[in-house]
């Protein structure tokens, strides 16, 4: 139990193009979904936590008008990245939760490159 | 803000021995996660620590929290090809959800 997919697994883009990043959960109610950049061979960073129906909480240093996060319903969420540049190019993983004790699932990531 | 070092950065094991990872808090841990990571790939969850001195095993994987609840570690015995991977501490935040990761360290096993 507790899958979360993301969709697409990879995209390509260029510059100066808007790219949408899914992030469902399978089998569980996400409360809460949150949204990680990764660098390579860098650990995780947390972009926003977004809850059902609300607006998302960006993590300072993060654009929020150039990362949208809708998170429209308990098992969907989605980012999507404005006008990319090619320092937007990274790994991004989702995770959702569904409260206490707040396990975090992840998502396989996806891999966006800006050309 | 909680900063979480990991220790050692890289590990180079042959397969069979034991190893240990280290993940030490800047602050009390309210929970602590252990996840593993491939390459280009999402988290697997391994274990969730939350009370001082708690020890936790999985298979050939045993993750302890200590008394000060400021240090985690991860042992795995008898390591084997499937171990590799990039493995992730993480430490809950009191009142809310977010995680915040290690800087991660990376596993290779040898023949």
């Known amino acids: 139990g507790a899958v979360v997919s993301q969709h697409p697994s990879r995209v390509i883009c260029k510059s100066g193009t808007s790219v949408k990043i899914e992030c469902r959960s399978l089998d569980f109610q996400a409360t809460t979904m949150f949204w990680y950049r990764q660098f390579p061979k860098q650990s995780l960073m947390l972009m926003a936590t977004s809850n059902e129906g609300s607006k998302a909480t960006y993590e300072q240093g993060v654009e929020k008008d150039k990362f949208l996060i809708n998170h429209a319903s308990l098992t969907l969420s989605t980012l999507t990245v404005t006008s990319a540049h090619p320092e937007d190019s990274s790994f991004y993983i989702c995770?959702?939760?569904?409260?206490?004790?707040?396990?975090?699932?992840f998502g396989p990531g996806t891999r966006l490159t800006v050309t | 803000s909680q900063e979480l070092e990991q220790s050692p950065q890289s590990l180079i094991v042959q397969e069979g021995k034991n190893l240990t990872i280290n993940c030490t808090s800047s602050?009390?841990?309210?929970?602590l996660y252990w996840y593993k990571q491939k390459y280009g790939e999402g988290l697997i969850f391994l274990m969730m620590?939350?009370?001082?001195?708690e020890e936790k095993s999985h298979e050939k994987i045993t993750a302890k929290l200590d008394e000060k609840k400021q240090q985690s570690s991860l042992h795995i015995t008898a390591s084997q090809p499937s171990h590799a991977g990039i493995y992730l501490c993480?430490?809950?935040?009191?009142?809310?959800?977010?995680?915040?990761f290690g800087t991660g360290t990376r596993l290779t096993i040898i023949p």
């Open positions: 602050k009390t841990l309210y929970g």
């Open positions: 620590l939350q009370k001082g001195g």
């Open positions: 995770s959702g939760s569904e409260g206490a004790p707040y396990e975090q699932y």
């Open positions: 993480g430490a809950g935040n009191l009142g809310n959800e977010k995680l915040t």
